[in-house]
């Protein structure tokens, strides 16, 4: 390597280190607060690596009762909103693809780019009129607003790269159209739909704006239960964002881990849900 | 291809006992979700236009007012200092996550090791929970106990209020947009920038431009559809954003940070006028679908372009 190689080399480096610190410090400052007793968290200049940790604000969240709740209630609606939009939008994305009805996509697109508080007004009287405020349904079936255009619109951009050729040569020799999709498009597609998933799984869980509308107190789900915390424990930062970082946490993990899959989905349909 | 494909269905059209096969139809692969999205999409649409009309108050009975509530809006200072405060907030949202977006995709372009992990790491805020993000940025603008203020103490810089003093309040959400959603900008030019051939670059090399050079007449012009696409994007979701400005200010101090997505809450769930909410919220509608017929005609542009690109 001569000189030039490795300055270049060295600067490479420092502005990758740049690019990525501002995540990275801001992850590990969440779990240093995390992590503090509330004297650490209080003092000035600020403490980075306590001596003791506090790992009681861990506990102390967990403990609370109505945590689990709130848990369960996440799992209960982000999972119910993803499998249905897969249930529908997998088929929808597929039918789609192979019409070639682009028109269609106006509509998904459209959907995608509203904002949340749009659908809420009439949602809400309409849950309200049918009594089902008091349970997770209304938070299920809207969380279909963000979930099913995003399975639909990578779904549609999926089947159009799959080759037609074997589903034509089974349509030919007398398949029905359901066995073409159930037995020829449908495990080839088998990325895409890890793909949809997980990103309908990420943008449903982070899901807030229809929380505070929707839920009451037993329906909480994570992101509205935190937020209630920041209004009611303005003080106790060590426990606050032991909460935040145990609602992000899967999140997190997931991005990390399949953070191929969600490149390509991102990249794909730039989706965002909300 | 398509070329074999239309032979092949010639030649089967011309088999008589093929005459009688038709291509299938595809619509009951599309009617659950078409029913789902009637729904939740088109039903709230159609109830909303129709609820603008009417004067609409939870716990009063309705009257139809006609267009009295749209008349309403421009009369309404808290609306149109919202219009304000949304356009300032979105213009700096877009500017500056592109600006740093491109920046840190020129460098995740290059080769190093772990970069797909590094990618991962960097993505994490856009996917991170917002509300999660907001409670520990609001730990981080606190005056006297902010890490961000002890920061610029390190710098010699004096202490700010944030998110506390309505001068600083767009700028300092602004900051979190920008960290939150530069990663969405840097995956779609990066995306561009894995499609621009090497020769132009192997040229330049030889004709002996330096590296700003390269950037700014070779770089710069090719990957510019992205960019385009990346700032289309980032306009719609800054427009509408909602969970980092609700759980950092609630909109505040005083109206400072409120957005129309803001106001339109407060109007519709803690007024409970749902009327006028209704008609903010078709504005706010009527605003995002001149956008996306926009975003829709860009899509088609890059289709096109990204064939010609495949086919080369």
């Known amino acids: 390597m001569n000189p030039r190689a490795i300055l270049g080399r060295i600067g490479l480096w420092l502005s990758v280190f740049v690019i990525v610190s501002p995540a990275i410090l801001f992850f590990l400052w969440m779990a240093s607060l995390s992590l503090k007793f509330e004297i650490d968290n209080a003092s000035y200049p600020p403490v980075f690596i306590p001596e003791h940790f506090a790992w009681r604000n861990y506990a102390d969240v967990f403990a609370s009762n109505r945590f689990l709740t709130y848990f369960s209630n996440s799992l209960v609606v982000t999972g119910c909103a993803t499998a249905l939009a897969m249930l529908v939008g997998v088929p929808a994305g597929y039918g789609i693809a192979r019409m070639a009805a682009h028109k269609s996509a106006i509509v998904i697109l459209i959907a995608r780019i509203t904002p949340g508080l749009s659908y809420l007004i009439p949602l809400f009287l309409l849950f309200q009129w049918l009594g089902l405020l008091g349970t997770l349904v209304p938070q299920i079936i809207i969380h279909l607003v963000v979930t099913v255009p995003i399975v639909i619109w990578i779904m549609i951009g999926y089947f159009e790269t799959t080759p037609l050729e074997l589903e034509e040569a089974a349509l030919i020799d007398g398949a029905t159209r359901w066995q073409v999709f159930r037995h020829v498009a449908l495990p080839i597609a088998r990325p895409g739909l890890a793909v949809a998933f997980i990103l309908a799984v990420i943008f449903s869980w982070n899901n807030f704006v229809f929380g505070i509308v929707l839920a009451g107190r037993e329906t909480r789900t994570l992101p509205v239960a935190v937020y209630n915390m920041i209004s009611f424990d303005q003080l106790s930062w060590g426990p606050l964002a032991a909460a935040a970082l145990i609602v992000t946490a899967p999140v997190l993990l997931l991005t990390v881990m399949a953070q191929r899959q969600i490149v390509a989905g991102l990249t794909a349909g730039a989706v965002k849900g909300g | ?312």
């Open chain 2, 1 to 312: 291809m398509s070329v074999v494909t239309q032979a092949e269905l010639a030649a089967v059209e011309n088999q008589p006992p093929a005459r009688e096969w038709r291509p299938p139809s595809y619509w009951p692969f599309v009617i659950p979700a078409l029913v789902v999205v009637l729904a939740v999409i088109i039903f709230p649409w159609v109830f909303t236009i129709w609820m603008s009309l009417q004067e609409w108050k939870v716990g009063s009975p309705t009257v139809f007012v006609g267009l009295a509530n749209y008349l309403r809006l421009p009369t309404d200072p808290r609306f149109v200092e919202a219009v304000g405060h949304t356009l300032s907030y979105t213009a700096l949202s877009v500017v500056l996550p592109l600006v740093f977006g491109t920046l840190a995709a020129v460098v995740f372009h290059q080769k190093f090791a772990a970069r797909g992990f590094l990618r991962g790491i960097f993505i994490m805020p856009m996917m991170a929970t917002p509300v999660a993000i907001a409670l520990v940025w609001t730990m981080m603008f606190h005056p006297q106990l902010g890490i961000l203020n002890y920061l610029l103490s390190l710098v010699g810089l004096p202490p700010q209020l944030w998110v506390f003093n309505p001068t600083t309040v767009i700028p300092s959400l602004v900051l979190v947009e920008t960290w939150q959603w530069t990663p969405l900008v840097m995956l779609i030019v990066l995306g561009g920038l894995a499609a621009i051939p090497t020769e132009p670059y192997e040229s330049a090399q030889i004709d002996g431009a330096n590296f700003w050079q390269v950037f700014r007449f070779i770089t710069l012009p090719l990957i510019m559809p992205f960019l385009f696409i990346a700032g289309m994007i980032r306009m719609i979701d800054a427009v509408k954003s909602f969970d980092i400005i609700f759980a950092i200010t609630q909109g505040g101090p005083g109206s400072a940070s409120e957005t129309i997505n803001v106001y339109l809450y407060s109007v519709a769930f803690v007024y409970y006028d749902l009327g006028y909410g209704s008609a903010i919220a078709v504005v706010f509608f009527l605003l995002i679908v001149a956008l996306a017929a926009l975003l829709l005609y860009l899509r088609k542009r890059l289709l096109w372009t990204s064939q010609l690109g495949s086919e080369a």
